[in-house]
Structure formats: C-alpha cells, structure tokens
C-alpha cells in the first residue's frame, strides 16, 4: 500500500488513451475497461492512498486527534467508533494524558502493539501508514488543510473517492450519484464534478444530478489564463466551443480527472485541447 500525504506528492498517472466523450450525443450508459478481476487485482495489489499526515501525541488537542481516534476505533473495532460519537467534542478532539484503565493512551498503545510498531505512544509516520485505509470520508475532512470551507469539502470528497478509485466504474448514466463518497459507485467526469460540488453545497441553485459538461461549462465565472487558475477551479477540454472532458484543479499544474477508469491525477497540460477555465466558488 502507497500512502501520500496530499495529491501533490502522489505521483502522477500515465494520460489515458482514451476518455469518455461527455457531450455527445447517443451517450452510452455505461463503460468499465478493465475486467472485474483485473480491477480488483489493482485494488489488491497496489492501492494508493491519499491521507493527511498530522502526528499526534498525548496532551495533543484538535481535528487531527479526532480523525486519528476515529481510524483507531476503524481498525479495533468492537464498537468503538461508536463509543466515540456519543462523546462530548471537546473529547473527541483530545488526547488526554490520563494513562489508567480506559483511557485512550492505554487503547492506542495496544494499537502500535498489534501494528508491529515500538517507541513511545504517539501517531508518528509509520502509524499513519499503517492506519491509512481506515480513514473514512469524515476522518478525511477532518485532515484536509482549512483554507477555504467549500474548496476543502469538495477535496475531501474527491479524496475520498480517489482511494477507491478502483472500486468506482466509469459511467456516463444519468442521474449522477450524489451523496457521501464512500456511497457512490459509478461516476464520469463531470458526474464526479457534481458530487463533489453537491456534497460541498457549491451553487446550492443548481440540481447537480442532471449536470454534464455542457451545462458545467457554463456555470460559475470565466478564469481567462491558466497561470491564474486557482485550487478548486475546474477545467474543460474540447475542441471549438464544445467540451468532451473536465477535470478538478488542484492547483500546482495538477488535475484529479475520471474521464477513463480508473480515477487519475494528471499533468493539466496532458491534453492539449483545454477550451476553459471555469470557476465555481469564488475566490479571493
């Protein structure tokens, strides 16, 4: 398993031959191109994993210490994600240095026991990389750095979406799935889009379900220059005015695109047809 801490360290994907025309006419409803059996091989074989690292040690007190609770309890279980939502935030959020009977301390040192770790209990680098595939669409809101509310829940949502790449199937079927991403199952490119948007409550007026890239393109305000393009922002390619793919800026020349399985991050350059920069939450 390979466990990056942000998109900009994970490496980039090789561009795809070939991606879904998503404003033509006669669309087909569905297109997976991998067999099931190689998808799941992938899965298996060489997960990558997109989870922000933020250690942790007892006396600790904020989001990091609830979203490292919450893969904790993901990976002991025995009804301990469930212990944790009944309590008060406020201990949620802290790693008391309370080390008797019941205390998290306690819990989180049989953790690194059972992980194979040594040293002192705290979450460093190699329990990060162990704990990684516990971390769920909240534990990853949690982690996403806060620069902007809507930006970061639509990163958090394609996050989350991105480390199950391999179990999403492309598809161009309509109404878009909408909802947690560990809910969604088939996605394309501007379907992805809209999840993320919806889940963020990005342009709360429009009925993402139905949106595609015809209609995406037209939304939000123009960003005329890519060197002016901004995190959040979201590009299309095509060719005239007509847009055949879209793809979420990450900023740093990257995209996180669905217009080929699996789920991909490219260079913004890899296609050469970019026809517009779209800019749907405003920015500073």
Excluded at 36 to 54: D, G, K, M, Q, S
Excluded at 157 to 180: D, K, V
Excluded at 190 to 206: F, H, M
């Amino acid at each position: 398993m390979e466990v990056y801490d942000n998109f900009h360290v994970a490496p980039l994907d090789e561009p795809p031959t070939w991606e879904g025309d998503d404003h033509a006419a006669g669309r087909p409803r569905d297109r997976t191109h991998l067999p099931e059996a190689t998808r799941f091989l992938h899965a298996a074989t060489t997960p990558t994993l997109i989870v922000p690292y933020r250690p942790a040690e007892p006396g600790d007190v904020g989001n990091h210490v609830y979203a490292l609770k919450r893969m904790h309890a993901r990976f002991r279980g025995g009804g301990r994600l469930a212990a944790l939502m009944v309590k008060p935030p406020s201990v949620r959020r802290t790693w008391s240095r309370y080390t008797g009977p019941g205390s998290f301390y306690r819990d989180f040192k049989e953790t690194r026991r059972l992980l194979g770790l040594t040293g002192p209990v705290v979450y460093d680098d190699a329990a990060w990389r162990k704990l990684a595939r516990f971390a769920d669409d909240f534990t990853l809101s949690l982690l996403v750095p806060k620069v902007d509310a809507k930006i970061d829940s639509q990163v958090a949502w394609l996050m989350a979406l991105y480390n199950r790449r391999y179990q999403i199937s492309y598809s161009q079927a309509r109404p878009s799935e909408l909802g947690r991403a560990s809910s969604i199952d088939r996605a394309d490119c501007s379907g992805s889009i809209a999840g993320a948007c919806d889940w963020a409550n990005v342009l709360p007026q429009v009925d993402w379900r139905w949106t595609n890239t015809d209609t995406q393109i037209l939304m939000g305000t123009n960003v005329a220059m890519m060197h002016q393009a901004k995190r959040g922002d979201v590009v299309f390619y095509g060719s005239g005015g007509n847009p055949s793919h879209e793809a979420f800026y990450l900023g740093g020349s990257r995209v996180w695109s669905f217009g080929s399985y699996p789920i991909k991050l490219l260079d913004v350059a890899y296609r050469g047809d970019r026809i517009a920069i779209r800019r749907f939450v405003p920015q500073p």
